[in-house]
T-cell receptor
Framework: RKEVEQDPGPFNVPEGATVAFNCTYS??????FFWYRQDCRKEPKLLMS???SGNEDGRFTAQLNRASQYISLLIRDSKLSDSATYLC??????????FGKGTTLSVSS | DAGVIQSPRHEVTEMGQEVTLRCKPISGHNSLFWYRQTMMRGLELLIYFNNNVPIDDSGMPEDRFSAKMPNASFSTLKIQPSEPRDSAVYFC?????????????FGPGTRLTVL
């Protein structure tokens, strides 16, 4: 089983749609969790950290379920500029991050 | 502020040649990471340093790969000899402290093609 698994997509949605991405991780000792965003041929950039109580940043909501080893990202009112690959990231080796392969989102007008 | 700087941005070389990738982390950051990204395997951690000391190199594929961090402002990743399967985008990232929730800042990457 891969350490961090994501549905690769692509998810094709119209502007204004709500879309949800899921991610599972294998190591129950994982300590911290993130979503990174990567645009085509660019470097990954932090979108948001994921906290146990869940957290929201504008149109983005992240949830963590430690019992199920599951992380989610919800994007409301999708914009064209949200088109990118979203990487689920987990830390369970001290300071190193383990990345999922990413879920591709395409928002169309 | 200058971000993480990587050079070269693109490298095309022939199999068997030595390749050296360079990284300058953000000033004041004390953790540095080297990653490799391919379509097949995604983003993989190769090695990381804390305060210039290699902490975990278990991701380094084989002896052909080596990394150094001679000082806080410079790191290299060397492949010798290079092989076509090494073709990938190599990212360097830095982080200010070892705090688990501190953001990693990535450089623009080096796109390596080995013919």
């Amino acid at each position: 089983r891969k350490e961090v698994e994501q549905d690769p997509g692509p998810f094709n949605v119209p502007e204004g749609a709500t879309v949800a991405f899921n991610c599972t991780y294998s190591n129950s000792a994982s300590q911290s969790f993130f979503w990174y965003r990567q645009d085509c041929r660019k470097e990954p950039k932090l979108l948001m950290s994921v906290y146990s109580s869940g957290n929201e940043d504008g149109r983005f909501t992240a949830q963590l379920n430690r019992a199920s080893q599951y992380i989610s990202l919800l994007i409301r009112d999708s914009k064209l500029s949200d088109s990118a690959t979203y990487l689920c990231v987990v830390n369970f080796k001290g300071t190193a991050l383990i990345f999922g392969k990413g879920t591709t989102l395409s928002v169309s007008s | 502020d200058a971000g993480v700087i990587q050079s070269p941005r693109h490298e095309v070389t022939e199999m068997g040649q030595e390749v050296t990738l360079r990284c300058k982390p953000i000033s004041g950051h004390n953790s540095l990471f080297w990653y490799r990204q391919t379509m097949m395997r995604g983003l993989e951690l190769l090695i990381y340093f804390n305060n210039n000391v290699p902490i975990d190199d278990s991701g380094m594929p084989e002896d052909r790969f080596s990394a150094k961090m001679p000082n806080a402002s410079f790191s290299t990743l060397k492949i010798q000899p290079s092989e076509p399967r090494d073709s990938a985008v190599y990212f360097c990232a830095s982080r200010p402290t070892s705090d688990l929730y501190n953001e990693q800042f990535f450089g623009p990457g080096t796109r390596l093609t080995v013919l």
